[in-house]
């Protein structure tokens, strides 16, 4: 019998635990549009404890956490300022142009860092000719910044910055509990720089759907109104609002499992002639590499492990991105890596013929 595949394409890759699914079935529902959800109740209350907020509200995906957050900040009209990197930016399909009227302005930070001197002179002026800057989103950890933890000091320095022009802060907290657990700095502390928090359940943290989003109860009233009508209002939402929470009371401090099988897939990566790690420390749980373009590309490198049962992430052309989570144990860690060197030393040795080599490439 051949072993399962080894899935580090995504830390939502996680199947609940057994323990998480008796909880599932034994919560109590209700109809949560009628805000008569007792689990989804529990839920929220915990995580506005947790980030220090007067209130949150669950919501099907961090997508939507993000989108809800930009539309309660933002009139049709406004801009936010964001990193070129960002989720918000590069992976919501421009949801808060499409959904909001909001247009964005990107600057491109190290490895998903930005320093705090790059957003001075990015407000607009009072003048009918500009759209008025009113929001700046900032993710931590940073997923193409290859797991990123936001220096606190930065962060304090932006918050203190947006606070003084007037600007609210967003925080697309997918992995904020990664960026908790390797720092030792707690959630409420990165929260208190910011309005509104989003957080995810369904990353590292295990559970199988949802997100939330944390701020003034104001404006977590108005949130409610637009979950809607972006399509989250959601009924007997305990069943999976239990597994976020079981997964919050008992997955955050297992993030350091996953960071020190991450740190060793990186050590073992590192060791390969042909690739390259990008950024080139391992902070959380991403680890994101580069293969040397004449060996081939990223494309053709993962579909020669995915045969082998290693399945990572063709992040662009020549970088890919393997992500460690709570279905990957060291010993899969220990095996990928083995895989991994056998499959780049087959390409080096050009035992590996490709076929063609693809257009406008290397
Ligand atoms: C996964 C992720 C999200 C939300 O993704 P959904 O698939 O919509 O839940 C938001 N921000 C970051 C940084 C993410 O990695």
Avoid at 14 to 37: H, L
Avoid at 141 to 167: C, D, F, K, M
């Amino acid at each position: 019998m051949t072993s399962p595949a080894i899935d580090l394409r995504s830390d939502t890759m996680t199947r609940p635990t057994p323990a998480m699914r008796a909880v599932i079935a034994q919560c109590e529902v209700g109809d949560d549009v009628f805000d008569e959800d007792p689990s989804v109740h529990a839920l929220q209350e915990r995580v506005a404890a947790l980030l220090g907020k007067e209130a949150a509200l669950y919501m099907p995906s961090g997508t939507m956490s993000n989108q809800v957050a930009v539309r309660s900040h933002c009139q049709p009209g406004d801009e936010l300022l964001c990193e070129a990197n960002c989720h918000i930016y590069n992976y919501e399909q421009g949801a808060f142009a499409q959904l909001s009227g909001v247009v964005a302005r990107c600057v491109e930070g190290e490895y998903g860092v930005l320093q705090p001197e790059q957003l001075e002179g990015m407000i607009r002026p009072e003048n009918q000719h500009f759209v008025r800057t009113r929001l700046v989103c900032l993710e931590n950890t940073h997923n193409r910044g290859g797991g990123r933890i936001q220096p606190y000091e930065v962060v304090e320095r932006i918050s203190a910055w947006a606070r003084r022009h007037g600007l609210a802060m967003h925080l697309d907290g997918a992995r904020l509990f990664n960026a908790v657990v390797a720092t030792g700095i707690p959630a409420v502390k990165w929260a208190e720089h910011f309005d509104t928090v989003s957080v995810c359940f369904s990353k590292g943290l295990g559970a199988p759907v949802g997100s939330a989003l944390a701020g003034p109860r104001e404006l977590i009233r108005r949130a409610v109104r637009h979950r809607k009508v972006f399509g989250g209002g959601m009924r007997q939402a305990g069943i999976i609002a239990s597994a976020a929470l079981y997964a919050l009371e008992h997955h955050v401090e297992r993030l350091a499992e996953d960071h020190a099988n991450a740190r060793r897939l990186g050590e073992l990566l590192r060791q390969i002639d042909g690739l390259e790690l990008r950024p080139p420390t391992i902070e959380t749980n991403i680890v994101i590499f580069w293969l040397d373009p004449r060996l081939g590309t990223a494309q053709e490198l993962t579909a020669l492990l995915k045969q082998r049962g290693v399945l990572v992430g063709a992040f662009g052309p020549r970088s890919l991105r393997a992500v460690t989570h709570l279905d990957v144990s060291a010993a899969d860690i220990e095996r990928a890596g083995m895989i991994i060197a056998e499959v780049v030393g087959e390409l080096r040795a050009g035992k590996v013929v490709r076929e063609k080599a693809p257009a406008g490439y290397g």
